[in-house]
């Protein structure tokens, strides 16, 4: 057998096996912002994978086959959740400003599974900090991990 022949068939093998990509079994709640950035991604991957098609990529259009069957299952199972207006507890999309006992503040926005990015101040609805939060007020104390965290304002949009 050649080296070529091992090489192809090797790559063969490796597409095959991409895998899915894991869905959580948690409700998938979505803002606003969450949906659209379902929908961005969908439009992107069906033009990604129309270009890969064009171009015979067998390998991209694994990938990308995998990318838009996660994103299609999210959309499908996504659940749009707005905050109620004026609410004075902590619920999905809101966000909170917490400060710890040494007096550093930290603000959360609670979102969904797929739009939370801690670095940027977005965690997720099933994240120990925003199961703390749940259902408190501003005053109220949530303890995560041992450390105890003020709730000192709400928002409704974040």
Known sequence: MSRAFTREEDRENAI??????????HRNLVTERGLAMIEENLA???DILAKAERRGDRERIALVSR??????????????????PGSDV?????????????GKKVHWK??????ADPSKGSISHVSPMAI????KKVGD???VNGKEWEIVKLSAGG
């Open 132 to 135: 703390a939060l749940f259902g």
């Open 110 to 115: 609670i979102v969904g599974e797929d739009e």
């Open 90 to 102: 902590i619920r999905f999309g809101m966000g909170a400003t917490l400060e710890a006992e040494d």
């Open 44 to 46: 992107d991957l069906r």
């Open 141 to 143: 104390v949530a303890t």
């Open 67 to 84: 990318d838009l069957r996660y994103w299609t299952a999210r959309r499908e199972s996504a659940e749009l959740s707005v905050p109620e």
């Open 16 to 25: 095959a096996g991409v895998g899915e990509r894991p869905i959580s079994q």
